[in-house]
């Protein structure tokens, strides 16, 4: 998996209660991704960062927020959790070389399940 | 509309098959398109990467794209049991790492 550990690997928590999901990688890649994959719809993108303390919105950000304060870690905070934040969650690297377009390296997910 | 369109399968065939997945789109300016195979459980790994339009083999595997009718392809093969699982398309319009698009993905099961 590239690199990329994410924890915890699997969750199960309350409706109402924050969750925040890590992703840790070892490659120094600049750009770092969070995804959510559901039935149906595939893996669509919730925030991303370009940088240490830079970070911008994806196709379905709302009811989360991201930090990135070392180039290695890049958290996920769901801020109450609901049933449907329930999915699959994916953390990418990409090295993005000026210039050049790189593509995504993915991490092994994490299962939350929001009861 | 969705930008990718994938047919989600399940799509089963006999061990040594020729296997064709396919991709279409509607965005002209994508020109980056990638391949990810998924399997259960585990997050998507890169399997090809293209640029502009043409063909390009690794090993077993065939990635075709035709820009001019937005459609691209991935060959596999000898289908192998061990090539069961989901495969996902994916395509860029830009050097910009966020604005990757993905279809959702066919499951493939290759059957001994």
């Not at chain 1, 240490?52 to 870690?73: A, L, P, W």
């Not at chain 2, 998507?44 to 077993?60: A, C, F, I, Q, V």
């Not at chain 2, 061990?82 to 398309?89: F, Q, R």
Request: aromatic share 12%; hydrophobic share 30%.
């Amino acid at each position: 998996d590239a690199g990329i550990t994410q924890s915890p690997r699997h969750k199960v928590t309350e409706t109402g209660t924050p969750v925040t999901l890590r992703c840790h990688q070892t490659e120094n890649h600049r750009y770092m991704y969070w995804y959510r994959q559901d039935p149906g719809h595939g893996l669509r993108l919730i925030h991303y960062s370009y940088g240490v303390k830079d970070t911008d919105k994806g196709e379905v950000s709302d009811g989360y927020s991201v930090s990135r304060s070392k180039t290695e870690d890049f958290l996920l905070t769901l801020e109450s959790a609901t049933s449907s934040q329930t999915s699959v969650y994916f953390c990418a690297i990409s090295p993005l070389l000026a210039g050049g377009q790189e593509t995504q390296y993915f991490g092994p997910g994490t299962r939350l399940l929001v009861l | 509309q969705k930008e990718v369109e994938q047919d989600p399968g399940p799509l089963s065939v006999p061990e040594g098959a020729i296997v064709s997945l396919n991709c279409t789109y509607s965005n002209s300016a994508f020109q980056y398109f990638m391949w990810y195979r998924q399997y259960s459980r585990k997050g998507p790994e890169l399997l090809m990467y293209t640029y502009s339009s043409g063909n390009k083999e690794d090993g077993r595997f065939t990635a075709q794209v035709d820009k001019s009718s937005k459609y691209i392809s991935l060959f596999i093969r000898d289908s192998q049991p061990s090539d069961s699982a989901t495969y996902l398309c994916a395509m860029s319009d830009q050097t910009g790492a966020n604005n990757l698009f993905f279809g959702t993905g066919t499951r493939l099961t290759v059957i001994p």
